[in-house]
C-alpha cells in the first residue's frame, strides 16, 4: 500500500482504511494478537499508510467490539483480560496486577467511619454499629480496572483511617496496623451491564460487561468485612478447578452468604 495522507485513496474503488479494517480483523479472529496488539505507528508502517488511515480502520473495528482502548492508551483485543483470578485459592488482586507487569495503583474516594444498617447486619451486628469505609478506583498501568467499596468493623480497623491506599494493599495495612489477617470467606461473581454512570467511572467502552463481585471476609470464625466491587470483564477472567476426586469447586448460583465456613466456595478475600 502506498502513502496516504488523507485516507481518502482507495485501491480497486475501496478505501484504503477498509483494506486495513478487513486485514486486521482477519487476524484478530485467526488469534494473532494474543500477546499485545501493535500500536497506530507501528501499524501505520506495516500498511505504509497514514495514521489518520488506521485510526478510521481502528474506530470500525472498536465500533464492530473488536478492540478496545481507554483515552491515549493502546488498542487490545476485546476478551483479552490480562488479570487472571483462581477460584478456591488465596488470591490478591494487588499482587495479580502486579504479577502481569502492570503498575497497581488505587484512587481513593471516600475513606472514613459511619453506619450503614444493611452493611452492619450482613457482619452480624447491631445496625448502628461504626463501620470503616473505604471506596477506590483500581488502577491497572493507569488504566480503571475496578471500582472498590469496602466496610470493616470501626472497632477492629480505625487506625486505617490513617493509611494511604494510593499504592498498597488493604489487607496488608490490616495486618499491620490493626492485628487482624483474613483468612477466608465466600464470594459471589456475576456478570453485569454497566450503567452509564459506572461506565464513566471506569472508562468502560460500549458492549463490555462488568463482573460484581460481593464479599464476605472472615478471621477465626468471625466476618469482619463486607466488600462490593465492579471490575472489568475486559481485562478480568477467573479461573476454576476441578478433578475427578475433588469435583468442581463452585457453588451453585443459589448459594447465600449465610452458608457456614465449611461451604465449598470457601476463598480468601482480594486485599
Given at each position: 500500500?502506498?502513502?496516504?495522507?488523507?485516507?481518502s485513496a482507495?485501491?480497486?474503488?475501496?478505501?484504503?482504511?477498509?483494506?486495513?479494517?478487513?486485514?486486521?480483523?482477519?487476524?484478530?479472529?485467526?488469534?494473532?494478537?494474543?500477546?499485545?496488539?501493535?500500536?497506530?505507528?507501528?501499524?501505520?508502517?506495516?500498511?505504509?499508510?497514514?495514521?489518520?488511515?488506521?485510526?478510521?480502520?481502528?474506530?470500525?473495528?472498536?465500533?464492530?467490539?473488536?478492540?478496545?482502548?481507554?483515552?491515549?492508551?493502546?488498542?487490545?483485543?476485546?476478551?483479552?483480560?490480562?488479570i487472571e483470578?483462581?477460584?478456591?485459592?488465596?488470591?490478591?488482586?494487588?499482587?495479580?496486577?502486579?504479577?502481569?507487569?502492570?503498575?497497581?495503583?488505587?484512587?481513593?474516594?471516600?475513606?472514613?467511619?459511619?453506619?450503614?444498617?444493611?452493611?452492619?447486619?450482613?457482619?452480624?451486628?447491631?445496625?448502628?454499629?461504626?463501620?470503616?469505609?473505604?471506596?477506590?478506583?483500581?488502577?491497572?498501568?493507569?488504566?480503571?480496572?475496578?471500582?472498590?467499596?469496602?466496610?470493616?468493623?470501626?472497632?477492629?480497623?480505625?487506625?486505617?483511617?490513617?493509611?494511604?491506599?494510593?499504592?498498597?494493599?488493604?489487607?496488608?495495612?490490616?495486618?499491620?496496623?490493626?492485628?487482624?489477617?483474613?483468612?477466608?470467606?465466600?464470594?459471589?461473581?456475576?456478570?453485569?451491564?454497566?450503567?452509564?454512570?459506572?461506565?464513566?467511572?471506569?472508562?468502560?467502552?460500549?458492549?463490555?460487561?462488568?463482573?460484581?463481585?460481593?464479599?464476605?471476609?472472615?478471621?477465626?470464625?468471625?466476618?469482619?468485612?463486607w466488600r462490593?466491587?465492579?471490575?472489568?470483564?475486559?481485562?478480568?477472567?477467573?479461573?476454576?478447578?476441578?478433578?475427578?476426586?475433588?469435583?468442581?469447586?463452585?457453588?451453585?448460583?443459589?448459594?447465600?452468604?449465610?452458608?457456614?465456613?465449611?461451604?465449598?466456595?470457601?476463598?480468601?478475600?482480594?486485599?
Amino acid at each position: 500500500m502506498g502513502e496516504d495522507p488523507t485516507a481518502s485513496a482507495s485501491r480497486g474503488g475501496t478505501p484504503l482504511w477498509r483494506h486495513v479494517r478487513d486485514d486486521l480483523r482477519g487476524r484478530l479472529a485467526q488469534g494473532e494478537f494474543v500477546d499485545s496488539f501493535p500500536g497506530e505507528n507501528e501499524l501505520a508502517a506495516r500498511y505504509g499508510v497514514s495514521r489518520h488511515t488506521i485510526r478510521a480502520a481502528l474506530r470500525e473495528l472498536r465500533e464492530e467490539g473488536l478492540v478496545t482502548a481507554a483515552r491515549g492508551r493502546r488498542q487490545r483485543p476485546v476478551g483479552e483480560a490480562g488479570i487472571e483470578q483462581p477460584l478456591g485459592a488465596l488470591y490478591s488482586l494487588f499482587a495479580s496486577v502486579e504479577a502481569a507487569g502492570l503498575e497497581q495503583r488505587s484512587i481513593v474516594r471516600t475513606l472514613d467511619v459511619r453506619a450503614d444498617a444493611h452493611v452492619a447486619v450482613r457482619l452480624g451486628m447491631e445496625e448502628s454499629t461504626p463501620l470503616l469505609y473505604l471506596e477506590r478506583i483500581r488502577l491497572a498501568d493507569g488504566e480503571p480496572l475496578a471500582h472498590d467499596k469496602v466496610w470493616l468493623l470501626a472497632a477492629d480497623a480505625r487506625a486505617l483511617l490513617d493509611a494511604d491506599f494510593g499504592h498498597t494493599g488493604l489487607y496488608d495495612e490490616l495486618a499491620e496496623r490493626c492485628g487482624i489477617r483474613l483468612v477466608g470467606g465466600e464470594e459471589r461473581i456475576h456478570a453485569v451491564v454497566p450503567t452509564p454512570a459506572e461506565r464513566r467511572l471506569l472508562d468502560l467502552p460500549e458492549g463490555v460487561a462488568a463482573f460484581s463481585i460481593q464479599r464476605l471476609g472472615r478471621t477465626h470464625g468471625r466476618t469482619v468485612e463486607w466488600r462490593t466491587t465492579l471490575i472489568r470483564a475486559d481485562r478480568f477472567s477467573v479461573l476454576a478447578q476441578f478433578d475427578a476426586r475433588a469435583g468442581y469447586r463452585l457453588d451453585p448460583v443459589g448459594s447465600r452468604f449465610t452458608r457456614p465456613a465449611r461451604s465449598a466456595r470457601r476463598l480468601d478475600a482480594v486485599r
